[in-house]
């Protein structure tokens, strides 16, 4: 028998992992808020998933955090803003050596989940999946991608990728994901600040290619004084890749901001600014984009961090 998969947080990712472990035959267990969370779960069937138009519904256990049972592995695929909360809700019940797998976007999350529980093994991951919720406790797999997972500790996979395998989750083991984490932040800077700005789909920055330019060249600059020179190379020509193959698309910050949701960008853009003044990097356009960003975030109400 595998060991128990723990899914920290039942939304868009954390059920697209779950309905397809549990497919799988695959041990999994939900992790919810609070109890009114979980009575509301209890009430119906189970977890969603709808795949090509196609929904099934896979009764996985839930819990709330005060179950007594300990947790050897957790996937914590809340936003990056909740990761280190909802991992303290639980740290009494990991074991010394439990692993953790965060799925959050960005930077910084990782690092702060990771200095909270220094025995365990923290694996980083970087996914371009997509998926978003129709429901509740219903997710639609809206785009079909990649995860790479990695340990910036220790490069070896560890044995469970079986368990991803035998769940149909595309994955690799990545001995560079801080690279991978850095360029995905790196396009996000580039792409989903504008989109917000300029009220557009991502196609609609190709009317802003001299900003969208600029701002490439400070972040192709940022990543090589931190340290992540693969990470900057071709920035700018992949970021024009991605506008184009996206461009019917809203980008995930536009979306957050059209719903009212917090976004993440201290994570992004916020963690891309700190780094540049940490390496008394002088980026005037970048630091510009988050001043214009936070703006727009308070007069929308939203959280400007
Ligand atoms: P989401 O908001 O849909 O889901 C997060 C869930 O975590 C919510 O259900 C929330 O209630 C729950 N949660 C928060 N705090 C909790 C706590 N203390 N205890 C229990 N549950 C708690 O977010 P998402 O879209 O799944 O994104 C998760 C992360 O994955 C983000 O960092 C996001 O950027 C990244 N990501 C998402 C997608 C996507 O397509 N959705 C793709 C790539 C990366
Ligand atoms: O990842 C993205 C997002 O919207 O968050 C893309 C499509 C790459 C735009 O930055």
């Given at each position: 028998?595998?060991?128990?998969?723990?899914?920290?947080?039942?939304?868009?990712?954390?059920?697209?992992?779950?309905?397809r472990?549990?497919?799988?035959?695959?041990?999994v267990r939900?992790?919810?808020?609070?109890?009114?969370?979980?009575?509301?779960?209890?009430?119906?069937?189970?977890?969603?998933?709808?795949?090509?138009?196609?929904?099934?519904?896979?009764?996985?256990?839930?819990?709330?955090?005060?179950?007594?049972?300990p947790?050897?592995?957790?996937?914590?695929?809340?936003?990056?803003y909740d990761?280190q909360?909802?991992?303290?809700q639980l740290?009494h019940?990991?074991?010394?050596?439990a692993?953790?797998i965060?799925?959050?976007?960005?930077?910084?999350?990782?690092?702060?989940?990771?200095?909270?529980?220094?025995?365990?093994r923290?694996i980083?991951?970087?996914?371009?999946?997509?998926a978003?919720r129709?429901g509740?406790?219903?997710v639609?797999?809206?785009?079909?991608?990649?995860?790479?997972?990695?340990?910036?500790?220790?490069?070896t996979?560890p044995?469970?990728?079986e368990?991803?395998?035998?769940?149909?989750?595309?994955?690799d083991?990545?001995?560079?994901?801080?690279?991978?984490?850095w360029?995905?932040l790196a396009?996000?800077?580039?792409?989903?600040p504008?989109?917000?700005?300029?009220q557009?789909?991502?196609?609609?920055?190709q009317?802003?290619?001299?900003?969208?330019?600029?701002?490439?060249?400070e972040l192709?600059?940022?990543?090589?004084?931190?340290?992540q020179?693969?990470a900057?190379?071709?920035?700018?020509?992949?970021?024009t890749?991605?506008?184009?193959?996206?461009?019917?698309?809203y980008?995930s910050?536009y979306?957050?901001?059209?719903?009212?949701r917090?976004?993440?960008?201290?994570?992004l853009?916020?963690?891309?600014?700190q780094?540049?003044?940490?390496?008394q990097?002088?980026?005037?356009?970048?630091?510009?984009l988050?001043?214009?960003?936070v703006?727009?975030?308070?007069?929308?109400?939203l959280?400007?961090?």
């Amino acid at each position: 028998m595998s060991i128990t998969w723990h899914i920290l947080g039942a939304g868009s990712l954390g059920t697209l992992w779950a309905t397809r472990l549990a497919r799988a035959g695959v041990p999994v267990r939900l992790i919810l808020r609070d109890k009114t969370r979980l009575a509301s779960y209890q009430a119906g069937p189970g977890l969603t998933l709808v795949e090509h138009g196609i929904a099934h519904t896979y009764p996985v256990i839930a819990e709330t955090s005060d179950s007594p049972e300990p947790i050897q592995r957790l996937l914590v695929a809340c936003k990056a803003y909740d990761a280190q909360g909802a991992v303290a809700q639980l740290q009494h019940r990991l074991a010394p050596d439990a692993e953790l797998i965060l799925l959050q976007n960005g930077l910084g999350s990782q690092d702060a989940v990771a200095a909270q529980l220094p025995l365990a093994r923290c694996i980083f991951a970087s996914s371009t999946e997509g998926a978003f919720r129709d429901g509740d406790w219903r997710v639609v797999f809206a785009g079909h991608g990649y995860t790479w997972l990695g340990d910036v500790g220790h490069p070896t996979p560890p044995l469970w990728l079986e368990d991803l395998h035998a769940a149909g989750i595309p994955h690799d083991w990545s001995t560079d994901i801080l690279t991978r984490l850095w360029r995905k932040l790196a396009l996000n800077c580039a792409i989903n600040p504008l989109t917000v700005l300029y009220q557009c789909r991502n196609g609609g920055l190709q009317a802003h290619a001299c900003e969208v330019a600029t701002l490439c060249a400070e972040l192709s600059e940022l990543l090589e004084c931190c340290g992540q020179p693969a990470a900057a190379q071709d920035l700018h020509s992949e970021v024009t890749r991605v506008i184009e193959a996206t461009a019917a698309n809203y980008s995930s910050m536009y979306q957050d901001v059209a719903n009212a949701r917090r976004t993440e960008i201290s994570y992004l853009l916020g963690y891309a600014c700190q780094a540049a003044a940490r390496h008394q990097l002088n980026l005037p356009h970048l630091q510009q984009l988050q001043v214009r960003l936070v703006e727009q975030l308070r007069v929308r109400g939203l959280p400007q961090d």
